[in-house]
């Protein structure tokens, strides 16, 4: 009998997720039966959309989470033993995945392809949903031109850092907001962001009018709220925005802030929302072309890794409380 | 030797304009000279843009808005006298216009054409800006189809009441959001909106879930703030929101609501913001289209006018806290 350790999802997050909200136990697994796999988790994912989702979960469940496993046993010829697979498994050391194994439109189950040199984690960073959603959130909506002024806040996170070097890559001037001075070196030392601006600690308004005195032509926005407001009022006219999270108010459904309507009139800006899974025929491209800009070096990628899967809750809650550079991924 | 009434901005508004913040004083104007003619104002517009830009307005100079005016004198072929004129020349009685004069893109300066048995003040209304600005500020951004659902805020001014109209005429189910039960009554009644919604009196969220149980496709925007972030709550996946004004902030640009991002993401919305001028290839199409809506029958025009051109302070302010029903003008 093979046993899986689970966190089930037992109370409903009130603000930050506190450790109580989620229960670590151990079940048993039922044999395979023909057309399944034992997969068994390498590394899990830690990701903002888990708590925006959190509302609308089921409890006493497993909760959600996507990870890369390797196929320790196999009845189905698709899943190989010793190949690495990944889905939306959630918080679980084993698993059983069979054809039937629903994932998302943005977070298929799929066998990895062989990453080379690179570590697999990045199936679920620079190669996987991050990264597809950091290339077509930006692209598709805010069709950056050369010569262009974006801003990325969240900047240091999995989306926001890739989603900045990719408009580096297209020709832009790219100014990321995210909440430490050491994420800022790593953005524009490591990155070759053009400028940083630290939201806890500089005027978010003044910094852009200083770095920014031509105005903003695209906005990538992870966080929502009155940063995104205040980096509207700074557009230019026809600006495009790519609303990718609300990470601000992910804790607090009621937050509040000024009004994006002013700006949206006065500059007639467009604002879209996305979910990556819109693009599912797009996917393949984007990884194709993250994987071709990393292997020729133009794409740099970070990990904040947590050791330990009965870790996971607490690399979630720092997560969400803006602790990890680059992705934040836990090593099983 | 002309005088002319005239309205100087001398005091920016801080919350409602109060009357003391323009001042009504008698100007003459000098002879005429070669190219310009002469106009008295006949009908002169109060909108809501001109509180959004005031902050933007020299002091002491004319309050800005646009007239209907009848040519008296003219050294200019292009301006017959005895001819209607529209045109920017502010809040006065009379004015000396030319080729020079310079209007907004979306407020250009031009002699009316014959506009038959209907009333010349509906180049103020529905056959001006506001029809303009309703007719393709819905149809150029929110591409409506037909049993699509419609939800409009300022549902009962001069743009949102045709607006909902266009959009019965496309075949959608029309839901008109304003402030009295009056303004309502002649939406449903004379106007043929599916439903009312009275924003001041009732819960607007539980409203637009009982009328609306299929959700909202698409929303034009006057209000801004908190309503329009209840709408956005409501509609469906790939909803279209254009953004027209946020009337509900001209008076405290420091107006908070609770987010848009969780439903710009949730429901991968598309908003945009916008001012007429941009359509100014397509402005003629849309003032032919309405007035072959109106002479069909199929477009309703109501009209709130205040007598006295010394009336216009008062007109104006009535008009911010919602007292019109349709397009509120003065007649000179």
């Not at 034992?38 to 959190?54: C, F, K, N, Q």
Request: aromatic content about 10%.
């Amino acid at each position: 009998m093979v046993k899986s350790k689970v966190f089930i999802f037992r109370k409903h997050f009130d603000g930050l997720p506190k450790p109580g909200d989620l229960e670590l136990v151990e079940e048993e697994l039922p044999p395979l039966k023909d057309g399944e796999c034992l997969v068994e988790a390498v590394y899990l994912s830690v990701d903002p959309y888990m708590r925006a989702h959190a509302p609308n979960l089921r409890l006493d469940t497993p909760f959600i989470g996507s990870q890369v496993a390797i196929i320790k046993e196999s009845k189905n010829s698709k899943f190989p033993v010793g190949k690495y697979i990944t889905g939306m498994f959630g918080w679980r050391t084993h698993s059983i995945v069979s054809d039937a194994t629903i994932g998302w439109p943005s977070m298929p189950t799929y066998v990895l392809p062989d990453f080379g040199k690179l570590p697999i984690s990045l199936a679920l960073g620079a190669l996987g949903t991050p990264g597809n959603t950091a290339y077509l959130g930006f692209l598709e909506i805010c069709q950056p031109k050369s010569g262009e002024t974006v801003v990325v806040s969240g900047a240091a996170g999995a989306v926001g850092n890739q989603v900045g070097q990719i408009a580096k890559i297209k020709g832009c001037k790219v100014i990321g907001i995210a909440g430490s001075d050491e994420k800022g070196k790593w953005l524009v030392d490591d990155l070759k962001f053009d400028h940083f601006i630290n939201y806890k600690t500089q005027n978010v308004d003044e910094a852009l009018k200083e770095l920014a005195p031509e105005g903003i032509d695209c906005y990538f926005d992870n966080v929502g709220g009155e940063i995104s407001t205040i980096v509207l009022n700074n557009m230019n006219a026809y600006g495009r925005v790519s609303v990718c999270g609300s990470i601000s108010g992910y804790n607090d459904r009621s937050t509040k802030a000024s009004i994006v309507q002013f700006a949206m009139v006065g500059k007639q800006l467009k604002m879209e929302g996305f979910i990556t899974g819109r693009w599912k025929d797009k996917m393949l491209d984007a990884f194709r072309k993250n994987l071709e800009w990393i292997n020729e070096g133009k794409l740099k990628y970070k990990e904040t890794v947590t050791e330990g899967f009965e870790n996971m809750f607490t690399a979630f809650a720092e997560m969400l409380q803006g602790a990890n550079i680059g992705k934040a991924v836990v090593k099983a």
